[in-house]
């Protein structure tokens, strides 16, 4: 809609220097909750009695989550303000860890966990990254969206090495990782309360409802419709897609060859992806600045890593090497890195103040249905060999890689023209 369309109150503060910090902190924590979950797939096969599908399916769940969480918190921030968005996604986190660790026994607890924590990463991914970006005072929109990313980056791996760690070598395996979680998100929500408000509550059009308003919020402007499909769409599956395969897919398919250590060695696996994704990110920007203005050349780099990573992931698949896996995860992690921060990057340009919370929400929730693969291959895997279904992975990867390559010749917006 036109920006005449809607009326807003200025916000009530300037923003400081460093008050993106606490902001950080919030979905450093709410990034850590979401992950901690992800070493734990090998314990609950073990103690729980599950099998491969339902932890997949776990995973399943938080995505179910991360879909509403993803794509409604952004615009309802655009329209009510940051703050209170982000504070009740600070507390749905804690909430999650204290329904996973101290819930009723059985997989119904899992499940609600797993989508409490959904919605919770959702709301960090999509309102604390515009938030991040606003409160950024004299930083380039480079400098903000490595900000972003790095600190839900850092929380992802983390909480999984802490919690891969517990479930390894601590007491009570199925709760103590939850309890550390639980005591470091406490304190957080209360900070947040101090930090500017840079959304007031605005207005909308008499005679729009709320859902049309928020429908409007999640538009692509139509100067940057065609880049979107060409560059962003196709990439934007792999960012946890390719994660997915490093620290969900590949820990299970070298399983018999680690032995007791399976759970330190899924820790590991997830910590190198993540930790190498965060080590990459800043290539990200300079490999957009190298190239010139908006060219796209670090979503071209992301996604031919991206395909390396699939490749690995499939020969990896016959030799079940956990060295390979090692290989492939660093690959993918890599690609994780840059992918996930060329594409803030693009979403930036194309959004305007107004719609900018959701469009991230867009963009992640995109990002986030990658992280469905390893359930797909998992329900598929009755039918078909993994050898088979990560050489068709690798094949989707050469297809989205060409896709992106055409679409960085597309015309970059100079400004959101909404339609």
Same mark, same amino acid.
């Given at each position: 809609?036109?920006?005449t369309?809607?009326v807003?109150?200025p916000p009530?503060l300037v923003?400081?220097s460093?008050?993106?910090r606490?902001v950080?902190?919030?979905m ?7 992950n ?10 073990r103690?729980?009695?599950?099998s491969?599908?339902?932890v ?6 938080y ?5 509403p969480?993803?794509?409604l918190a952004?615009?309802v921030s ?13 507390v749905?986190?804690?909430?999650a =860890?204290?329904?996973l ?9 899992i499940?609600a966990g ?16 515009s938030?991040?970006?606003?409160l950024?005072?004299?930083a ?13 980056t ?12 517990l ?13 550390v979680h639980?005591?470091?998100a406490?304190?957080?929500?209360a900070?947040?309360l101090?930090v ?15 859902? =049309?308003?928020l ?9 940057a ?8 769409l196709?990439?934007?599956?792999w960012?946890?897609?390719?994660a ?19 759970l ?12 190498t994704?965060?080590a990459?990110?800043p290539?990200a ?7 010139g203005?908006?060219?796209?050349r670090?979503?071209?780099?992301a996604?031919?890593v991206?395909?390396?990573?699939a490749?690995l ?10 060295w ?5 995860a ?5 690609a994780?890195g ?6 803030l ?11 900018l919370?959701?469009l ?26 993994y ?10 990867a ?5 896709l ?10 100079t400004?959101?023209v909404?339609?």
């Amino acid at each position: 809609m036109p920006e005449t369309q809607r009326v807003l109150e200025p916000p009530a503060l300037v923003p400081r220097s460093g008050a993106w910090r606490p902001v950080a902190a919030a979905m450093f924590v709410c990034g850590w909750g979401g992950n901690q979950f992800t070493p734990l797939l090998l314990m609950y096969r073990r103690l729980g009695g599950y099998s491969a599908l339902s932890v997949d399916a776990f995973l399943g769940a938080y995505v179910i989550g991360l879909v509403p969480g993803l794509l409604l918190a952004g615009p309802v921030s655009d329209r009510r303000g940051r703050r209170p968005v982000l504070v009740a996604g600070t507390v749905a986190s804690a909430v999650a =860890s204290l329904v996973l660790g101290f819930g009723a026994s059985g997989a119904w607890a899992i499940y609600a966990g797993r989508l409490i924590t959904g919605v919770a990463v959702g709301i960090a991914m999509s309102v604390g990254s515009s938030w991040v970006k606003e409160l950024s005072t004299g930083a380039d929109s480079g400098l903000a969206a490595r900000r972003a990313a790095l600190c839900q980056t850092a929380g992802f791996a983390l909480g999984a090495g802490v919690a891969g760690a517990l479930a390894q070598w601590g007491p009570w395996p199925m709760v103590t990782p939850y309890v550390v979680h639980l005591l470091i998100a406490a304190a957080v929500p209360a900070v947040l309360l101090r930090v500017p408000e840079t959304r007031a509550a605005g207005t909308t059009v008499p005679g729009r409802g709320l859902l =049309s308003g928020l429908a409007d919020d999640l538009r692509v402007p139509r100067s940057a419709r065609r880049r979107f499909r060409l560059v962003v769409l196709p990439m934007a599956p792999w960012v946890f897609g390719g994660a997915g395969l490093a620290y969900a897919v590949m820990p299970q398919l070298v399983q018999t060859r680690v032995g007791h250590w399976g759970l330190a060695y899924a820790t590991a696996l997830t910590v190198l992806t993540l930790g190498t994704g965060a080590a990459v990110q800043p290539v990200a920007k300079r490999l957009q600045r190298t190239a010139g203005p908006g060219q796209g050349r670090a979503s071209v780099v992301a996604m031919a890593v991206m395909l390396l990573g699939a490749v690995l992931c499939a020969v990896n698949a016959a030799l079940g090497s956990p060295w390979l896996a090692a290989v492939a995860a660093v690959a993918l992690g890599a690609a994780y890195g840059i992918a996930v921060v060329s594409g803030l990057l693009e979403i930036q340009r194309m959004a305007g103040a107004e719609d900018l919370a959701g469009l991230t929400g867009l963009y992640y929730a995109l990002a986030y249905s990658g992280f469905l693969l390893p359930t797909v291959l998992a329900t598929l895997s009755h039918w078909l060999s993994y050898p088979v279904m990560l050489s068709a992975v690798a094949l989707v990867a050469l297809c989205c890689l060409a896709l992106v390559v055409r679409g960085t010749r597309a015309e970059v917006p100079t400004g959101p023209v909404r339609r």
